[in-house]
């Protein structure tokens, strides 16, 4: 059985690092923000993540975690994490955000 290597989508705005552990932005003002992989899956905001918190099993760490694929949509980004998780979009001006917090 051989096993298809990660994806890493690029897009004008963003590109993957070459070892899968963060994710830089260019922001409209022509800024880079770079956001390492474990902040981005910490930070997820998706419905399965968000109960995962309120019910007190939600990781306070994600160590090695890698950015396999990440998708465009426009308003935001799908980041698939070497985890399995792909369920998150981030939106752009969260991401903006995140890279502030």
Request: hydrophobic share 35%; glycine share 6%; net charge negative.
């Given at each position: 059985?051989s096993?298809?290597?990660?994806i890493?989508?690029?897009?004008?705005?963003?590109?993957?690092?070459?070892?899968?552990?963060?994710?830089?932005?260019?922001?409209?003002?022509?800024?880079r923000?770079?956001?390492?992989?474990?902040?981005l899956?910490l930070?997820?905001k998706?419905?399965?993540?968000?109960?995962?918190r309120?019910?007190?099993?939600f990781?306070?760490r994600?160590?090695g975690?890698?950015i396999v694929?990440?998708?465009?949509?426009?308003?935001?980004?799908?980041?698939?994490?070497?985890?399995g998780?792909?369920?998150g979009?981030?939106p752009k001006?969260?991401?903006?955000?995140?890279a502030?917090?």
């Amino acid at each position: 059985m051989s096993m298809t290597p990660p994806i890493a989508t690029e897009s004008p705005t963003c590109e993957v690092s070459a070892d899968l552990a963060s994710l830089s932005m260019v922001e409209t003002d022509g800024s880079r923000v770079t956001l390492a992989a474990e902040k981005l899956r910490l930070f997820c905001k998706c419905a399965h993540c968000t109960r995962a918190r309120f019910d007190e099993r939600f990781p306070d760490r994600f160590p090695g975690i890698a950015i396999v694929e990440v998708s465009d949509l426009g308003y935001g980004l799908n980041i698939s994490f070497s985890d399995g998780h792909n369920r998150g979009i981030y939106p752009k001006s969260y991401l903006a955000g995140l890279a502030e917090h």
